[in-house]
């Protein structure tokens, strides 16, 4: 697919989202607040299927793992331990004219022509400056666009500041030279960066009434620590043995530099982090492992393999605790972009927190009578940017063509049934019929207790498919004259039950349809 259409693409969803509730911007009605999202009433469905399957694949459905629910405030001792506080930041630049700022690593490289400046006065007053200055003129660009950004920049020390009159700048020994690929100037308008400086991402507040430094606390920006911090609490009261997991769905925040690709890069987001502890032996192999099984998770929730890039991260990439680490990426309509990481962490995260607490965080194997402290496989995926993933994976406008050759665009979601936010939409053929409505009414009572129904009446049944489809409800139970008896009796207490992905439908008795459904979904 071209960018074009992958930017049209990527439009088309996140209008999508916006019209059916799955995503909204938070605190729209105010303008929003960059890199924070809200989930509708379609979103939270989806979101919550997603993270109920996780939680059940990976803790009810096996024995060697447990779950856990921690804090998101935890003592800042925990953060220090941890390398956070030293060093969970990122390279930022500033552009020297718009203040706009810009994450070191994601300013493009860029060729030209490199205009210096050593200075600037006024040709009506005093004023100088002689501050160094250089813009980058992109080839083909007029040269007088790189004097006006350097004008511009000058003009804001000037006493009138950006009400300057430019034309009364004049710019000091101008020189230039040709640049390749440089990384040093703003790409949106060629003034010159600053020099990279490190910005902590963790979002600070303080615990209590007195905002010292005694009580500065830090939202958490990742799950994993409260883990490591409970890895005795755990052990102990669930009496597990090596090797075993323990598993945590929660809010992570980093106030991260730019926040970008919709809701890909936010700055509050969910985790689903594991953290499985073993032998040193055996955490390679068992990395592998969880490659595997956290493939087939998302073959399960139907992102298929194909649409997978597993990156195997080179020495010299990975974090120095890390001994493997596998990025798994998902082909996004804005590019490939990751969607988890599996890391061998070694003993690094227990080990750091045993060395600042004193406490004992080791593990002892009664069979070989052997105390050592745990090696940990994480794989750590997030709940927004799978979220996110399966609505690009199941977005598709198709040319549908009724009975009559007309022609019209029919916006589906193929979500799996699984993750679908509706399971069932519950239609009475006509909304005055008293006995049509009675009877959809009984079958919404049945089905809810199990699943997510939706009971529409509300226009022509082409219409109300068309609205499912646009939301990913997997079926379609209309109710019609068949199933109140009205044509004989073999047909009595039986539904319409339409297919959304083959738009195929079919017969089926009332009473077979919640095991029926069940199954489809679970
Ligand atoms: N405990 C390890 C850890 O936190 P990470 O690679 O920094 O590792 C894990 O984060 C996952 O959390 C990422 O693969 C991604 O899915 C999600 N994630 C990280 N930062 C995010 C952000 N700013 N917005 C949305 N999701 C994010």
């Known amino acids: ?111 030209g022509t490199i205009f210096y400046f050593s200075g600037a006065k006024s040709s009506i007053s005093s004023w100088t400056s002689d501050k160094a200055f250089s813009v980058l003129l992109k080839k083909g660009d ?44 703003n790409p949106e308008n060629g003034a010159q960066l600053t020099e990279p400086r490190d910005f902590n991402l963790m979002f600070k507040s303080h615990a209590g009434p007195l905002e010292s430094e005694d009580n500065k606390v830090y939202l958490r920006p990742e799950t994993a620590q409260a883990i490591f911090v409970n890895f005795r609490n755990v052990l102990d009261t669930s009496r597990k043995k090596l090797p075993f997991g323990i598993a945590q ?103 750091a927190h045993i060395a600042a607490s004193g406490k004992p965080l080791d593990y002892f194997d009664q069979e070989k009578n052997e105390k ?44 799996h049934p699984r993750m679908a936010p509706v399971k069932v939409g519950i239609f009475p053929l006509l909304k005055n019929k008293p006995e049509l409505v009675a009877k959809a009414r009984e079958i919404v009572e049945q089905l809810r207790p199990h699943m997510m129904v939706q009971y529409d009446e509300v226009g022509a049944i082409g219409r109300r498919y068309r609205r499912q489809d646009e939301i990913g409800t997997p079926f379609c139970v209309t109710v019609d004259f068949d199933t109140i008896g009205e044509n004989g009796p073999e047909k009595a207490d039986t539904v319409t039950l339409r297919h959304r992905d083959s738009m195929q439908q079919e017969r089926m008795s009332i009473s077979g349809l919640k095991a029926w459904l069940l199954e489809q979904v679970n």
């Open 249 to 351: 769905v929660g809010k992570a925040f980093r106030n991260e530099i730019n926040p970008r690709n919709y809701t890909f890069r936010s700055r509050e987001f969910e985790q689903m982090e594991i953290e499985y502890f073993c032998r040193a032996e055996d955490g390679l192999a068992l990395t592998d492992y969880w490659l595997e099984q956290r493939l087939k998770f998302y073959e399960d929730i139907g992102i298929p393999r194909a649409k997978i890039h597993v990156v195997d991260i080179p020495d010299g990439d990975r974090a120095f605790y890390s001994k493997k680490t596998y990025d798994l990426e998902y082909e996004f309509p804005f590019g490939i972009s990751e969607l988890e990481g599996i890391a061998y962490r070694t003993d690094y995260d227990l080990s």
């Open 1 to 111: 697919m071209s960018k074009d259409s992958n930017a049209q693409r990527m439009e088309k969803i996140v209008s999508l989202c916006k019209r059916r509730g799955f995503v909204f911007q938070s605190s729209e009605i105010y303008g929003g607040l960059n890199g924070f999202w809200d989930y509708g009433p379609m979103g939270v469905e989806l979101k919550r299927n997603l993270k109920d399957f996780w939680w059940r694949r990976n803790v009810r459905e096996r024995d060697d793992m447990v779950g856990m629910d921690g804090s998101i405030i935890m003592n800042r001792a925990v953060w220090k331990a941890s390398g956070h506080e030293e060093t969970f930041s990122d390279p930022m630049v500033d552009c020297l004219l718009t203040k706009v700022r810009f994450r070191a690593d994601q300013v493009p490289p860029q060729s």
């Open 142 to 185: 007029n040269v007088e666009r790189a004097r006006k950004v350097a004008r511009q920049f000058y003009a804001q020390s000037s006493p009138e500041g950006a009400a300057t009159d430019l034309a009364t700048v004049e710019l000091l020994n101008e020189r230039t030279e040709d640049a390749t690929d440089t990384t040093k100037f």
């Open 372 to 415: 050592f402290v745990p090696h940990v496989v994480e794989p750590s995926a997030g709940v927004d940017r799978t979220t996110l993933a399966l609505i690009c994976e199941a977005f598709e406008e198709e040319t549908v063509t009724d009975d009559n050759g007309k022609s019209e665009i029919r916006t589906v979601l193929h979500f």
